[in-house]
């Protein structure tokens, strides 16, 4: 029975489980500072904010006393002037010196992927600390009003402490994904009557459900989703282009990277328990189907186009259960640009005149749709057919199966 001693010693002696802190990061976003603590164990924590100054304070049980001096260490980023730590009683107590009024919310993550147990603070602050990556900025310099301008939501994918997926020398899906998402945003706002709008505009990570929010939040036309591809083999490659399906991938690999790809939200940080309200968001909607035909329009389009650059991984739209594809009413696609995890296509995706490539291209197909496939109000008012050009013609039983999904899987 001498191992049930050990156990039970174990049980009754939190020094023994104390958690270990790896690393405390910082992250900046437009509305919010992230604090995430990587931790090697579980632990419990106490949040409170305190004024006059404004500071915000975390008691965390169970954490190995060795973080003391790695937190003093820290210097601070955003709204996070800077980071004071000292041990008090059985907790340690982590004190965030803010530069301004913030809302705080704490919540902790189980491991996953690449990171261990997290604890992440989000900062709010009640005004945003500086312009949001919207184009509020080209509204206030007199753009066009909204019924005469298409806008067209660019989603650069992952961001923050979540990377996406990694060349075999070392470049970053998100890195890679934000430099040709920012091309297209600037060739969509040259365009006369053409507005984007990036999901995120910095490195920092944004929940999956939050980008579709964003997008909707700007009325947007369409929502364009910025990736790299990968594989385990290194020698795949070539462009592909996504639209959402509930009903099963296309192929094996299209559902192996939608797993890969809905798992941003556990590695990129979401507070899981605010899903199930969530759910109540997602409605079967009866523009699905025209919303799915649409997203085959601009997707083939988008494809045709990137073939003049590079070759394409599949000739035809695929589909596969992405998130971040779920807006009911908006046409989506998810652009693989190119393979990450291939070295010649990593080299590729490095270059600034392979990025402003596949902007141009991406560019010319979600003009093509455009032009044949006006916006919601512009076709009523001009009572025109919409055109389906789509090389993937939908039967109706395709578009019954592409119906919106009963929940959120996640
Ligand atoms: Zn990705």
Not at 322 to 336: G, Q, R
Request: net charge neutral.
């Amino acid at each position: 029975m001498r191992w049930a001693w050990a156990v039970a010693l174990m049980l009754m002696a939190p020094w023994v489980t104390a958690a270990e802190l790896r690393e405390l990061r910082l992250w900046e976003g437009p509305e919010a500072t992230r604090v995430v603590f990587d931790l090697d164990g579980d632990v419990k924590h106490a949040l409170f904010t305190l004024s006059d100054p404004d500071r915000v304070v975390v008691d965390i049980e169970g954490l190995d006393q060795r973080a003391l001096a790695r937190l003093n260490a820290v210097t601070g980023k955003g709204v996070v002037a800077r980071v004071r730590s000292a041990q008090r009683g059985d907790a340690m107590r982590v004190v965030f010196d803010v530069n301004q009024p913030v809302f705080a919310t704490g919540f902790v993550l189980p491991p996953s992927a690449d990171y261990g147990h997290r604890l992440v603070i989000d900062l709010a602050s009640p005004q945003p600390t500086q312009p949001p990556a919207a184009g509020s900025a080209e509204q206030a310099r007199g753009a066009p009003p909204r019924d005469e301008t298409i806008v067209v939501a660019i989603d650069a994918g992952h961001g923050g402490e979540d990377p996406g997926a990694r060349g075999p020398s070392g470049l970053l899906e998100k890195d890679a994904a934000l430099r040709i998402a920012r091309k297209l945003a600037k060739l969509i706002n040259d365009t006369p009557n053409m507005r984007a709008v990036l999901t995120r505009d910095g490195d920092y990570y944004v929940g999956l459900r939050e980008r579709v929010n964003i997008a909707r939040k700007h009325q947007a036309d369409l929502f364009v989703s910025i990736h790299c591809n990968a594989f385990t083999r290194r020698d795949m490659r070539g462009s592909a282009v996504y639209v959402l399906s509930e009903r099963g991938a296309t192929s094996e690999h299209a559902r192996w990277l939608a797993q890969k790809e809905n798992a941003a939200d556990l590695v990129g940080g979401v507070h899981l328990q605010d899903k199930d309200h969530e759910l109540a968001a997602v409605l079967i909607d009866l523009s699905q189907g025209a919303t799915m035909e649409a997203s085959f329009d601009v997707g083939s389009r988008i494809l045709q186009s990137m073939a003049k650059i590079n070759r394409l991984q599949k000739p035809d739209v695929q589909q596969a259960g992405f998130a971040v594809l779920k807006a009911p009413d908006i046409p989506s696609v998810l652009v693989e640009t190119a393979f990450i995890t291939n070295a010649e296509e990593e080299r590729l995706l490095a270059s600034g005149a392979f990025q402003a490539s596949l902007a141009e291209q991406i560019f010319q197909g979600i003009k093509g749709y455009f032009h044949s496939y006006r916006p919601r109000q512009q076709t009523v008012e001009a009572e025109a057919e919409p055109q389906y050009v789509s090389r993937n013609a939908l039967t109706s039983e395709r578009l019954q199966a592409a119906e919106y999904p009963k929940g959120i899987s996640r």
